[in-house]
């Protein structure tokens, strides 16, 4: 069975400074990966997909970055946090092929003070 | 563009009772849609999936969706619910469907609470 697994489970960072949140993947190979992120109380709102290795494509420009450097793993990323980076980040995967639904992590909520 | 509507941000009723979440759906052609539902502090869990097909659509702990084309809706119904229904439900139209690449876009969800 598959599993997608998100860390860390929280973070509290200072404005301006770095961040890395991460998902793996395991049991399927070539998986389409997902970014979301929800503002508090608020709905989801795609950021990034990728479609295979290396390839990220940028859906909203939240001043964050996204990285595959392999098939199971999907990296967010940003140089320098804002307060409006707070919220719940959430991963999801689909199968490559086909339309199966998205499947999503258990997210990481972030605080940014 | 596609967008999805859940005009009802809370909804309550009380234990036993039947429960209906709306959706309305813009989408220029036949849509993939999905409802999923989100505990308190957790991730999103699939409830159900709609592909082109049967318009009532099973899914888990004894939720079902309609489709309607006419109506441009997706409700979720369940016919008695229980204290642990209690979360957020969140209606989703696939983007690109029959691409390989499901996104997503969310409706703003509804906040289903049980009255004590």
């Known amino acids: 069975a598959q599993t997608i697994h998100q860390w860390p489970v929280a973070e509290i960072k200072a404005v301006g400074s770095p961040l890395s949140l991460g998902c793996t993947i395991k049991g399927k190979s070539s998986p389409n990966l997902y970014w979301y992120w929800q503002a508090t109380g608020g709905t989801l709102q795609q950021l990034f997909y990728?479609?295979?290795?290396?390839?990220v494509e940028s859906v909203v420009q939240l001043n964050l970055s996204a990285s595959r450097p392999k098939d199971d793993q999907f990296i967010l990323s940003t140089e320098k946090l804002l307060l409006s980076h707070s919220g719940f980040y959430l991963c999801?995967?689909?199968?490559?092929?086909?339309?199966?639904?998205?499947?999503f992590g258990e997210g990481t909520r972030l605080s940014v003070l | 563009a596609q967008s999805v509507t859940q005009p009802d941000a809370r909804v309550t009723v009380s234990e036993g009772a039947s429960l209906q979440l709306r959706c309305k759906y813009s989408?220029?052609?036949?849509?993939?849609l999905f409802w999923y539902v989100q505990y308190p502090r957790q991730g999103l869990q699939l409830l159900l999936k709609?592909?082109?097909?049967?318009?009532v659509v099973q899914g888990v702990n004894g939720f079902e969706a309609e489709f309607s084309k006419s109506n441009s809706s997706f409700h979720l119904r369940k016919a008695s619910v229980h204290w642990s229904d209690w979360a957020v439900y969140f209606c989703a139209v696939s983007l690109l469907p029959g691409t390989g690449s499901n996104r997503l876009t969310f409706g703003k969800g509804t906040k289903f609470s049980l009255i004590p």
């Open positions: 990728s479609i295979t290795v290396g390839q």
């Open positions: 709609y592909y082109p097909g049967d318009p």
């Open positions: 989408y220029f052609g036949t849509p993939y």
């Open positions: 999801a995967w689909s199968p490559g092929q086909g339309n199966q639904a998205p499947l």
